[in-house]
T-cell receptor, first 115, second 114 residues
Framework: AQSVAQPEDQVNVAEGNPLTVKCTYS??????LFWYVQYPNRGLQFLLK??????LVKGSYGFEAEFNKSQTSFHLKKPSALVSDSALYFC?????????????FGKGTRLHILP | EPEVTQTPSHQVTQMGQEVILRCVPI?????FYWYRQILGQKVEFLVS????????KSEIFDDQFSVERPDGSNFTLKIRSTKLEDSAMYFC????????????FGEGSWLTVV
């Protein structure tokens, strides 16, 4: 079965510093990988995805993610963190079913940006 | 892209009661999903729905749960005889087409069972 792992429950970063939220994956076949963000008391917002092509994927709000096949990783990054980036971040992977696809989420990483 | 619309945003129900959560997706979307998140924890897959029938369901989606799209528009999740542990945020999601297209989520329905 497809899965993703987020090794950190929480990440603290000072405002203005670069941030990284880690994700590793385990899939059979080509991985389709996603990042979602959840702000307090809100739904899940799509940030970016990797399907194929360039290993560096750019997404919403200045976020990007780097796909690394040899390390089976898909870490989320941002060059300069904002306090408003504080949220719960989920890495996810496509799981192909018999007739359709669903996505499977990691446990989430809470990102705290310190002013 | 527009998200799906979910109702109610919050519902409090007594244990043992039935609950219906509703989702209004865009009409040309064929794939729909329900996910559950307990208290800000991991988001768990419940069920996927394609062409007006269940495509896949998880172990969580037992006989207590059912889904349907009765009028070809609203997509509903019914929870019969609710239990305390059913308290969670329930997300409806949709996908215009399978094979890698992004799944977009609604804002969620927060269910509290007392």
């Amino acid at each position: 079965a497809q899965s993703v792992a987020q090794p950190e429950d929480q990440v603290n970063v000072a405002e203005g510093n670069p941030l990284t939220v880690k994700c590793t994956y385990s899939v059979s076949g080509n991985p389709y990988l996603f990042w979602y963000v959840q702000y307090p008391n809100r739904g899940l917002q799509f940030l970016l995805k990797y399907i194929t092509g360039d290993n560096l994927v750019k997404g919403s709000y200045g976020f990007e993610a780097e796909f690394n096949k040899s390390q089976t990783s898909f870490h989320l990054k941002k060059p300069s963190a904002l306090v408003s980036d504080s949220a719960l971040y989920f890495c996810a992977v496509r799981d192909m079913g018999y007739r359709d696809d669903k996505i499977i989420f990691g446990k989430g990483t809470r990102l705290h940006i310190l002013p | 892209e527009p998200e799906v619309t979910q109702t109610p945003s919050h519902q409090v129900t007594q244990m043992g009661q039935e609950v219906i959560l509703r989702c209004v997706p865009i009409s040309n979307h064929l794939y729909f999903y329900w996910y559950r998140q307990i208290l800000g924890q991991k988001v768990e897959f419940l069920v996927s729905f394609y062409n007006n029938e269940i495509s896949e369901k998880s172990e969580i989606f037992d006989d207590q749960f059912s889904v349907e799209r009765p009028d070809g528009s609203n997509f509903t999740l019914k929870i019969r005889s609710t239990k305390l542990e059913d308290s969670a945020m329930y997300f409806c999601a949709r996908n215009r087409q399978s094979s890698g297209n992004t799944i977009y989520f609604g804002e969620g329905s927060w269910l509290t069972v007392v």
